[in-house]
Each structure stands twice: as C-alpha cells, then as structure tokens.
C-alpha cells in the first residue's frame, strides 16, 4: 500500500462520483454523486495524513470534510423537498429557470 | 503483504460499489451500494491508524443512506426497478469529463515527487485529535459549529410547507390566488 495507489483509488472514487453528479437527474441521485466525490476526498486526506504528515491537523481537516458532507447532504434534501412541493418533481431538468 | 490484499481488496468493493449506484434501477439498491463504498473507504482509514475518523465515517454514512432511502422512496413516485426508465442526461459528455479527471488526477498521483515523511503518528490518535480540538484547532470547531447550525435554520426555511419559498412563481408579493387551506407565513 503506497501513496500513489490510495490516491488511485481516490481518484477513481471522485471520477465515478462526477459522472453521477454531471449524468443523474434525480436531485437525490446527484447528491449521491457529490458523496461519493467526497468519498474520494476523505480517502485522499487519509492517505495525505498517513504518508506525508501524520499530525492532528490532518484529522481535523477530515473532521471538516465529513461535516461538509452533512451540509451537503441537509441542503440538498430541503432543496428537493421544497422543489417536490411546489413542481411535484425531484429532476434537476425541472429548475432550469436560471440556466442562460 | 495482508494488508496490501486487504486494501486493494476494499480498493476494488469502494470503486465497483461506487459505479453500481449509477447502474443499478433500484434506489434502494443504489442507496446500499453507496453505504457499502463508504463503509470500504471507512475500513481503509482504519487500516491507515484513523480509527475514530474512520469508524464515525462508517456509523454516519449508514445513517445517512438509510435516511437517503427514505427520501428516494418519498419523491420518487414510482419504482424505476418495475418500470425501467432512463433517468439520465448527457450520459456521453458526463463519462468523457470524469475519464478526463481520472486522467488528470492519476497522473498528478503518479508524477509528483511526493516528499518523505514528516513526524510521526501519536501514539493515541485519538487522543491527539481530541487535544487538537480542544486546543489549538478549537477556532476550526468553533467556524463548523454556527454554520451546521445555520444549515439546521436554512433547511428548514427552504422545506417548510406554506412558508416563505413555498409559493407559486417567483414575485415575492404576489398572494395565492384561491387558498383553500388558511395558515402559513402571510396568508
């Protein structure tokens, strides 16, 4: 187990999760994909933590990341609620109103 | 050497897990698949001496996907697994970035001379993070906490029903027309 192997992994996690997030159309599905590029992220702060630093900052810095997951993750269902409610649709194609 | 099985082990279950969630119909199955990603990548940071931050990885992303189930079933509105249906858009361009970022990030992996070592791991890293916290990363904690409290607020602004952004149009003082159900913010 090397550095460059986790951060392989990490990469191909965040990639996956960015074809989900560019490709879905459910709201929830991109939210899916957004975790699952943070999943990548975690990995890659780990493997950053244990093979070049492995000091306390890099634990509070995966601290910070899995509660911008939380964040994430709260946003997006209120924004899919809201958008059920009033266009009874959770398709990311039915709030284009600001697309140019 | 077991832990180099292990990990490519759990390297494969992460990825393959990880592109199941946008193969499979069912939600529900693409919901666990995510969870069993997270769950590989929280065993990872275990093996790598993150136990804490590991194991709350685990406990909290299977919380999160039993709620995200929920949420699926909810607004859904049918079960794509009984009735097939394409729910995706710019499938092609989608693939061409992300196998492009593969790309780019696996060469950045690869390429960079990455430094050697600096210090080493406590001897309780648990403990060290708790002193991190308590400590001299407190002001990182204590930026973290009103904003996961102005989320809390934010949600349920946006969510609630009747409330200021559960209207029909986009002209903020424009009132219901015909509302057969008094109560909520104005009416």
């Given amino acids: 187990m090397t550095l460059q192997a986790v951060l392989l992994v990490a990469a191909a996690l965040f990639s996956v999760g960015l074809y989900g997030a560019l490709s879905q159309q459910v709201i929830v599905m991109v939210m899916m994909g957004l975790e699952l590029m943070l999943n990548g992220v975690i990995l890659a702060v780990g493997a950053f933590w244990w093979f070049l630093a492995p000091a306390p900052d890099g634990q509070v810095l995966l601290l910070i990341v899995i509660a911008a997951m939380t964040v994430e993750m709260a946003m997006g269902f209120a924004v899919a609620t809201l958008l059920h409610r009033s266009r009874g649709s959770d398709m990311t194609d039915s709030a284009t109103d600001l697309s140019g | ?187």
């Fill in chain 2, 1 to 187: 050497m077991l832990i180099d099985i292990l990990f490519w082990a759990l390297a494969v279950v992460a990825v393959a897990s990880g592109a199941t969630v946008f193969a499979v119909d069912s939600m529900a199955r693409a919901t666990y698949a995510l969870a069993i990603s997270f769950i590989a990548v929280g065993i990872m940071l275990v093996i790598v001496g993150l136990e804490y931050i590991g194991i709350i990885t685990i406990l909290m992303m299977v919380m999160e996907m039993a709620i995200m189930v929920v949420y699926m079933v909810m607004y859904m509105g049918m079960n794509p697994a009984l009735m097939p249906m394409d729910m995706t858009h710019n499938k092609r361009g989608s693939a061409v970035l992300a196998v492009g970022t593969f790309v780019l990030l696996a060469a950045g992996a690869l390429l960079i001379p990455w430094p050697a070592r600096v210090g080493a791991p406590a001897a309780d890293l648990t403990a060290s993070l708790g002193h991190a916290i308590m400590g001299p990363k407190m002001l990182a904690m204590l930026t973290i906490s009103p904003v996961l409290f102005a989320t809390i607020i934010a949600g349920l602004v946006i969510a609630n029903p009747r409330g200021r952004y559960d209207r029909w149009g986009d002209d903020l003082k424009r009132r219901p027309p015909t509302d057969p159900m008094r109560g909520g913010l104005g009416r």
